[in-house]
């Protein structure tokens, strides 16, 4: 079963409109991190908040983390064309060499 | 370094046939992981090495799937006798053992596998 579990599957929005995901897990974390993957690609690193963070910023993302939920989001503010990807949670098990595990996905179409 | 390298972009095969990916690291990182992903889903974990040893195979690894990574350097993935559920991406990816901390990984571009 997947850690990480993101919402919605699959979001279209225009161009300059927030994009706001989330993502909820099931085991105690270390920290969680989001990535991106454009189609037929390898995936990006976007950003990586610690358990003890409630919210982190990188530009125009805005991540937030509730631990006691194991929940979090990710807020794309005035997204452009190329932020069209599929963006995917992951949380490390440290027991196991930080292996990621994550979640099947949130599909972003932003419209021109 | 630019990043992480996998070779081939692309591999269509027969079933039956066996095919091996190559995956070449960021040269500093000692942790390399080997992930699958097939369409709409997310990567699912295969394996990891931690220099030259292979740490942990997760259960979707069958007897025909392989992997080394000989002197802790590049690493391959072998699948013998392919079937069509092989077919997926097959990414790569690496990380620094830093501490307790920053642990994301970069990732290659993949391997997609098709088997006819």
């Known amino acids: 079963s997947q850690q990480g579990e993101e919402d919605p599957q699959a979001l279209s929005i225009q161009e300059g409109e927030n994009a706001t995901m989330n993502c909820s897990y099931k085991t105690s974390i270390n920290n969680l991190q989001w990535y991106r993957q454009n189609s037929g690609r390898g995936l990006v690193h976007l950003i990586l908040i610690r358990s003890n963070e409630r919210e982190k910023h990188s530009g125009r993302l805005r991540v937030t983390l509730d631990t006691s939920k194991k929940s979090s989001s990710l807020l794309i503010t005035a997204s452009r064309a190329a932020d069209t990807a599929s963006y995917f949670c992951a949380t490390p098990d440290k027991a196991a060499g930080n292996k990621l595990t994550f979640g099947g996905g949130t599909r972003v179409l932003v419209k021109p | 370094d630019t990043g992480v390298s996998q070779d081939p972009r692309h591999k269509i095969t027969k079933r039956g046939q066996n095919v091996t990916f190559r995956c070449d690291p960021i040269s500093e990182h000692n942790r390399l992981y080997w992930y699958r992903q097939t369409l709409g889903q997310g990567p699912e974990f295969l394996t990891y090495?931690?220099?030259?040893?292979?740490?942990?195979k997760s259960r979707l690894l069958s007897d025909r799937f392989s992997a080394e990574r000989p002197k802790g350097s590049f690493s391959t993935l072998e699948i013998q006798r392919t079937e069509q559920g092989d077919s997926a991406m097959y990414l790569c990816a690496s990380s620094l053992l830093r501490g307790p901390g920053d642990y994301g990984y970069t990732f290659g571009s993949g391997t997609r596998l098709t088997v006819v």
């Open positions: 090495f931690q220099n030259e040893a292979q740490l942990e």
